[in-house]
């Protein structure tokens, strides 16, 4: 079945198709008008392991040292993603498309991030319920969780190297499950040489995503070979599909980079007990709680339904919440927490959430609120009013980011000739930090791209040399 057949398919009505839009819309506009920054500029390079790496660790000393070579082939990338892999980190498929589309250009990564958002949705509601047409209810939960509840949605969807990382991975990491998923719900299985290869090439590229993710895909994939085989729908792909993802799973776990770069973060490394309350009270508290808010509707469903008799349907609702709950639990036992695993959790969730709102719809299982008709529709378009005008406040300040980061370039140019080009503090007006947190694009940017006071820091000296100046500097006066 094509794409656009699938699409046909799944709006049911005018009215879903033009939600989707609009969401779709909102995500490539806030795409397009966040500029490149950050680990961005390091990517534009590539990766010169020799020298520290283009990141924390990059070493200076001579113009020979410091300066880095851009990013201008594809065999360009193969060089840097070898060198990254054994000298910084294992990701080199999710860094390999960074590159790539740092290299292609920001408009061709605008397009693209948002055709994956638009794929990452459909696999959701495709996971959640195999072929069935959505509901608007279960559209507008799926955008709400992504942009309200997600913990720094912003640098996991939005941003280049964030969105590759994150969003991109977890939209691979569902769409290996998918075929498992389909056997359960269908009861019948392919059974081709063409499925194990297919399998094997999606195996790989969901293990070789991001860590905590991967790690919970290899939970959930033997989850599902063994009601594969339970239920009598076992075939030789699924083995083929789950060896593939412990392959890359381990690959990417294993990288020699990942052990290199801990020792420079964490120099004689030890994972103690306050570290795991560090972690648990300042990083998995707030995943486990978008996760939670999340699956309000799940919670709902079985409120209503019991929990006698489970269905493969809930059951499949009950693997991908705890899944979901996987990812930050991995992420305890990290050097770090990274509050970016949000988005890939929400993945795993939002499948279970977005089941249950179309179960109960089939089931007809709702609330008896007992509440008058005009008082429910007045509150529903309070409410709608509230979120419309507090999505447009992101456009409103990404307007003003992205102006500010277009004017701090041509000022770039114009001052080339000074050793440092002195920059200073971003000017965006209109801020919403309160209620926007960060979703918004506020907080990661006080200076441009960023730099900071340090003429040193590295990425004042490869923002310096993507732009085409000795350095530049953040001042505050």
Not at 150 to 176: D, I, K, P, V
């Amino acid at each position: 079945m094509s794409f656009f057949r699938y699409i046909n398919r799944t709006m049911n009505s005018s009215r879903s198709l033009i939600l989707f839009v609009t969401f779709a819309g909102f995500f490539f506009v806030r795409t397009t008008l966040l500029p490149l920054s950050h680990d961005d500029y390091a990517y534009a390079f590539i990766w010169d392991g020799e020298h520290g790496g283009n990141l924390e660790a990059m070493q200076f000393g001579s113009p020979e040292v410091e300066t880095r070579q851009r990013v201008e082939s594809v065999n360009d990338i193969v060089r840097s993603m070898e060198s990254h892999y054994f000298t910084w980190g294992g990701r080199i498929f999710a860094h390999g498309l960074a590159q790539f589309f740092i290299w292609l250009g920001k408009p061709a990564f605008d397009v693209a991030n948002t055709v994956m958002f638009v794929f990452l949705i459909l696999t959701i509601i495709n996971l959640a319920n195999t072929w069935l047409k959505i509901s608007r209810k279960a559209l507008v939960w799926i955008f709400l969780s992504f942009f309200l509840f997600a913990a720094c949605s912003l640098t996991s969807m939005l941003w280049l190297t964030g969105a590759c990382n994150y969003m991109w991975m977890a939209f691979f990491q569902l769409f290996f499950l998918t075929p498992y998923v389909k056997a359960l719900r269908s009861h019948e299985a392919g059974n081709s040489a063409l499925n194990v290869v297919l399998m094997i090439l999606l195996g790989l590229l969901a293990g070789w995503s991001n860590e905590a993710g991967s790690l919970a895909t290899v939970c959930l994939t033997l989850f599902l070979v063994v009601m594969c085989k339970a239920r009598g729908v076992f075939r030789p792909w699924m083995i083929a599909g789950l060896l593939a993802l412990i392959v890359g799973c381990a690959f990417m776990l294993l990288a020699p980079g990942n052990f290199v770069r801990l020792e420079f973060a964490h120099p004689h490394f030890v994972y103690t007990e306050e570290l795991f309350y560090e972690h648990l009270t300042e990083g998995f508290d707030r995943v486990v709680g978008a996760d939670l808010l999340a699956l309000i509707p799940m919670f709902v469903y079985f409120l209503r339904r019991g929990f006698g008799s489970l269905t493969t349907a809930d059951i499949l609702m009950l693997a991908f919440a705890t899944a979901g709950l996987l990812v930050p639990a991995a992420m305890l036992v990290s050097p770090e927490f990274n509050l970016r695993v949000s988005v890939p959790s929400l993945a795993f969730v939002l499948v279970a959430s977005t089941s249950a709102i179309l179960e109960m719809e089939r089931q007809s299982l709702k609330f008896n609120l007992q509440l008058p008709p005009k008082f429910l529709r007045g509150v529903t378009t309070v409410l709608t009013s509230i979120l419309v005008a507090y999505f447009v406040t992101f456009i409103y300040v990404d307007i003003s980011i992205f102006n500010a980061a277009r004017r701090q370039v041509r000022y770039i140019e114009r001052t080339a000739y000074l050793d440092p080009v002195p920059m200073p503090i971003m000017p965006v007006r209109h801020r919403f930090e309160k209620i926007q947190g960060d979703r918004s694009a506020v907080p990661y940017l006080k200076f441009f791209a960023g730099i900071n006071e340090n003429p040193y820091f590295c990425l004042n000296l490869l923002v310096a040399q993507y732009y085409g100046v000795r350095h530049v500097v953040g001042v505050n006066d």
